[in-house]
């Protein structure tokens, strides 16, 4: 399984923008498609998780402003991202977690795409 995220880009605050991740390939199970980002000289921050029985979940620094969805036909998921402050400035990954057969565990990453949000 390969993710390839996309979206990225430079935004004023207050902007929107919304990046995907499309997969190829397919597992025996999937769990989660997560969103994280990762800020210069910060650790990877988990920002938004989608998982199969329909939930999603948030921290408190993007919950209202951020919003996780996934696109099955396509395989696609998608993070809209709205009100963005410049301390949303990173780049963003995205994450599948799952089984690739019903015994082995996998955990798939995409190459990240960079947003920049200007103040």
């Known amino acids: 399984v390969q993710l390839q995220a996309s979206g990225g880009g430079l935004v004023q605050a207050g902007g929107s923008l919304r990046l995907a991740c499309a997969a190829s390939g397919s597992i025996f199970k999937l769990n989660t498609m997560n969103w994280y980002r990762q800020a210069p000289g910060k650790q990877r921050e988990l920002v938004a998780t989608?998982?199969?029985?329909?939930?999603?979940n948030y921290p408190n620094s993007v919950k209202g402003r951020f919003t996780i969805s996934r696109d099955n036909a396509k395989k696609t998921t998608y993070l809209q991202m709205a009100s963005l402050k410049p301390e949303d400035t990173a780049v963003y990954y995205c994450n599948a977690e799952g089984y690739y057969d019903p015994w082995t565990p996998v955990d798939y990453w995409g190459q990240g795409t960079q947003v920049t949000v200007s103040s």
């Open positions: 989608w998982t199969t029985g329909g939930t999603t």
